[in-house]
């Protein structure tokens, strides 16, 4: 019986930074050896994935969040199964609460990110004290340094305001998701981000009902497969409406304790083998 497992990136397959469990890679290419369908399922932009992701090899991606979902091994090459950018009033509407508030913030597009002006040096501060720390405690664990990749964002003047999918804040305040959520409306999904910051907050927007589970029904009807044929793995926020579809969720060994008891199902964490080890348990290696 061929299955589908839908792998999110940061956290899962590669860890905050650039470092792969080789054992992951073992996994994913021996899943589809095995004849199972291996797919992306992040809120990255496909423009923004680490190419040594891209390199293991995959039969498609969800990126932004479910904005847009392509099948075949580079999300940059391959058809279109689902394309649904922010309508340009409310891309308008997420920068006029940006700026109001004084929050930095990306906007993403399917092939790339935009930055506001104050959002470059918050985060080349941040990866410069995470990587320093990241250093330490790879060389401790005997694993090889990370190699950081970083595309320099161009400016969100640049940005074509009829193809965001999603935007992407850091923000001083530590309840500005809570905040944006109640200012903005229904018409947006507000969630927690994945950046682990030592202070503030930090999230994702993008449209309401846009969500990796939406895509990911998309392209099961697309390829006449089932839920119960689908796997999803995990550690975020932007994985609960994942978890919500698939028959079999699972969390990452490393995620929130709460996004552990809302998939039910708990891997080991991300350079613990959790991928290869959450094949092996369902049968898939």
């Known amino acids: ?20 469990a080789p054992s992951t890679v073992t996994a994913v290419r021996k899943a589809r050896e095995n004849g199972h369908l291996v797919w992306l399922s992040t809120g990255r932009s496909a423009g923004d994935i680490h190419p040594e992701v891209l390199a293991i090899g995959f039969d498609g991606a969800i990126t932004n969040g479910g904005a847009y979902a392509t099948r075949g091994g580079d999300p940059d090459e391959h058809a279109l199964i689902v394309e649904q950018p922010m309508p340009r009033a409310d891309v308008e509407a997420l920068e006029r609460y940006f700026e109001a508030h004084g929050i930095h913030y990306f906007l993403q597009t399917h092939g790339g990110v935009y930055a506001s002006a104050g959002m470059g040096p918050v985060m080349t501060e941040y990866r410069r004290e995470r990587h320093e720390k990241r250093a330490a405690e790879l060389e401790a664990e005997g694993l090889p340094p990370e190699q950081p990749l970083w595309r320099e964002p161009r400016p969100v003047s640049e940005v074509d305001r009829d193809a965001v999918a999603k935007a ?9 998701v809570a905040h944006a959520a109640a200012a903005l409306g229904e018409g947006f999904h507000v969630i927690p981000g994945s950046i682990p910051l030592p202070g503030g907050s930090n999230g994702e927007i993008g449209q309401a009902g846009v969500t990796k589970g939406s895509a990911i029904t998309a392209v099961l009807d697309q390829l006449g497969l089932s839920a119960t044929d689908a796997i999803g793995i995990g550690d975020s926020w932007n994985d609960v409406e994942m978890f919500e579809v698939v028959g079999t969720p699972v969390a990452m060994g490393n995620a929130a304790p709460e996004l552990q008891r809302l998939a039910g199902r708990v891997t080991t964490a991300v350079l613990d083998d ?4 959450a094949f092996t348990e369902l049968g898939l290696i």
């Open 1 to 20: 019986m061929t299955r589908i497992a839908f792998l999110d990136v940061d956290g899962t397959i590669l860890e905050h930074g650039s470092v792969i």
């Open 168 to 176: 992407v804040f850091v923000s001083p305040s530590t309840d500005t």
């Open 274 to 277: 959790g991928v290869h080890n």
